[in-house]
């Protein structure tokens, strides 16, 4: 016999007693497991999700550049660079003859850099008669782009191959078009390499074919109706400096702005980019606000837990003292002395804390990992903390006995004479 | 081995005083078996308590085997009594999540002893409970249980054995059992003090005393 023994013995006797106060324990010890473990699996996720939205905002705003590159190439361009006393609505005029200027200027502003213009292509526009289909169609000579010298940017236009013809919406859609079919335009055979998108504008009545074939088809070799000039991502406010100095580079020549949408587009480009990342700033703040509110739930909850489940060991500790007094009475006959009487009560209280704790972590840590179902596995296992755990497990059995502390030594300090006596 | 000079205690209740026992001299030799009967409410137990160095006395003097228990710490008190002193009680004591062997085995919490088990085993079945060694004491008669308490008292061979009524709850037959264990006790070289009601007590002991009103008033043998 010894008192460990003493100890199991009495606590097997008194299931209900002990059990009650291994449960206290537990749901301390499993609010507390619970609550942390659940703050760390919320910094884990917060971690996580922060983590791919930044990855996203990468991968989005890497789109959003190259988008901004296709729109500069569809939109046409920051400036259009036209001969002198032509407009827009020339180009796509039949009734007059067109104003035209040398395909020697496309290379010309190439090879003098002009403020920030990063890309240059020249064409020759002209609303012609397809004689073949009886229907007037707008004739787009390309050369694909005069690369800069210097420049190391991809060229936003692939000239169309000689012999090849890119064929805009309304027009493979009313004659059936195919890409890789031969079409007759002007006498001359041409492979469709391309169908366009439907753009809901003249592309959509346009053919592209190469450069030096157009000015052939017209009769206009060496000559080009517009330059196209890009400058990316320009301030509208540089188009005046842009404008003198092509004035000066290439003479009998207009600017006109080409840009407002571009800018609108960039602009708006921008200011995704900012709402992506006032998105990410606003997901930080609000996975930061819930985890305070989680913080401060637990502020309260583990303290009210903590302090109910320790007047519940002292209640039912000094239930068990005044079911023992007889107990007490006789050992205290028999030689015991007084610490050692604590020792029993003190040492019921830290086995309830032992036990409680050891099912409350493990109960705590079940409902942390069952909270959120739908979290991967590895976020769980990446907030358990063992560290936590085990301290757990060391300290519930100290708390239990500091809260047993009172009624034991009350045991202890009992006078065995009074309760032999009384019987 | 006992003697007791001129001890006294009053208890203060709150219905005035009660002079539970009042200058009570008594004198108990080694192997010498003395009964104090009484009334109830005569002031036996408060006198075997005070005998046994549990309930300190308003005055007079305890000494067992020359040692003046109430000078000791209260913890060389309880060594003290845990050494020297058996006792045994009318409601038995047993704890009841405890066997038998077990319940007797309690004795060897203070003072633990390498051969405890077989001298619990060599006692219980000398007081007849061999066969009852593993049984909680709910399974117990109240007969067989005060053997129990006894072998409990017994376990350490104390110079000094004090019982309060231990026959009290017991038939004639087991209540005469106790007694002639107690009385045996005494013959192996023990010092008995038994205090009861039970008039059976004074044919076995070698002096029987009457306590009346906390004063022992005569030798009745």
Redesign the interface.
């Known amino acids: 016999?010894?008192?460990a023994?003493?100890i199991l013995?009495?606590i097997?006797?008194?299931k209900l007693n002990f059990g009650l106060a291994v449960l206290s324990v537990a749901a301390a010890a499993g609010c507390l497991v619970a609550q942390y473990t659940l703050l760390r699996v919320h910094d884990k996720q917060t971690e996580r999700l922060l983590a791919a939205r930044e990855a996203e905002l990468r991968q989005m705003m890497a789109r959003l550049q190259d988008d901004y590159r296709k729109i500069m190439l569809k939109l046409g361009f920051n400036i259009m660079i036209l001969p002198a006393g032509a407009s827009l609505n020339d180009l796509h005029n039949d009734e007059q003859p067109p104003a035209l200027m040398p395909e020697e200027y496309a290379h010309v502003l190439a090879s003098n850099r002009v403020m920030t213009i990063n890309h240059v292509l020249p064409t020759l526009t002209r609303k012609v008669k397809w004689p073949e289909q009886q229907r007037k169609v707008i004739l787009m000579g390309v050369k694909g782009e005069v690369l800069i010298q210097s420049a190391t940017q991809k060229p936003l236009l692939e000239a169309v191959p000689a012999g090849h013809v890119v064929v805009g919406y309304e027009l493979h859609q009313s004659l059936g078009l195919k890409a890789g079919q031969t079409l007759v335009f002007m006498g001359r055979n041409f492979t469709i390499s391309k169908l366009m998108e439907e753009k809901g504008n003249t592309d959509d009545i346009t053919l592209w074919i190469n450069l030096h074939e157009a000015q052939q088809l017209l009769g206009m070799p060496g000559q080009i109706n517009a330059i196209l000039a890009l400058e990316c991502n320009c301030e509208a406010d540089r188009l005046a400096k842009i404008r003198a100095e092509i004035g000066a580079l290439l003479p009998g020549t207009r600017v006109i702005e080409f840009a407002s949408q571009a800018i609108t587009r960039a602009e708006a480009r921008n200011r995704a980019a900012a709402q992506a990342l006032a998105s990410l700033q606003h997901e930080k703040e609000g996975r930061a606000r819930l985890r305070a509110q989680q913080e401060a739930f637990a502020a309260w909850l583990i303290p009210v837990v903590l302090s109910a489940a320790a007047v519940w060991i002292a209640l039912l500790t000094w239930l068990n003292v005044r079911d023992r007094r007889?107990?007490i009475?006789?050992?205290?006959?028999?030689?015991?002395?007084?610490?050692?009487v604590l020792g029993v009560f003190i040492g019921r209280a830290a086995a309830s804390g032992l036990v409680g704790a050891v099912i409350g972590a493990a109960a705590g840590v079940w409902v942390a990992l069952r909270w959120d179902s739908g979290l991967p596995a590895e976020i769980y296992r990446q907030a358990l903390d063992m560290g936590l755990l085990a301290a757990v497990v060391v300290t519930s059995p100290l708390l239990a006995a500091a809260a047993a502390w009172v009624p034991a030594l009350v045991a202890a300090r009992q006078d065995?004479?009074h309760i032999?006596?009384e019987? | 081995m006992l003697v007791l000079e001129k001890i006294s205690k009053t208890y203060r209740t709150a219905q005035g005083e009660v002079r539970a026992v009042q200058e009570v001299s008594l004198e108990i030799k080694r192997g010498e078996f003395v009964a104090v009967r009484g009334p109830s409410g005569s002031g036996k137990?408060?006198l075997l308590?005070t005998a046994?160095g549990?309930?300190r006395p308003d005055n007079g003097s305890v000494r067992i085997n020359g040692v003046e228990p109430f000078a000791l710490s209260?913890?060389g008190r309880?060594?003290?009594?845990?050494?020297h002193?058996g006792?045994v009680?009318?409601?038995f004591?047993l704890?009841?999540?405890?066997t038998v062997l077990?319940n007797v085995?309690?004795?060897?919490?203070?003072?633990?002893r390498a051969d405890?088990v077989d001298r619990a085993k060599f006692l219980l079945e000398k007081l007849g409970l061999s066969a009852r060694l593993e049984h909680l004491p709910s399974a117990l008669s109240t007969g067989e249980k005060q053997r129990t308490a006894l072998a409990?008292a017994l376990f350490h061979e104390p110079p000094l054995l004090l019982a309060?009524e231990p026959t009290g709850n017991l038939d004639e037959a087991n209540g005469r059992n106790v007694l002639e264990s107690l009385a045996g006790y005494a013959k192996q070289g023990g010092a008995v003090l038994l205090v009861t009601h039970d008039p059976r007590a004074a044919s076995l002991a070698h002096r029987s005393l009457m306590m009346e009103s906390g004063r022992l008033l005569q030798a009745d043998k």
């Open positions: 016999m010894n008192w023994r003493l013995r009495e097997a006797f008194r007889g107990e009475g006789l050992l205290r006959a028999l030689g015991v002395r007084a610490g050692q065995p004479a032999l006596r019987g | 137990t408060t308590l046994g549990l309930l209260p913890e309880a060594r003290f009594r845990a050494e002193i006792f009680f009318q409601q004591h704890l009841p999540y405890l077990e085995l309690a004795a060897a919490l203070p003072r633990p405890a409990r309060d």
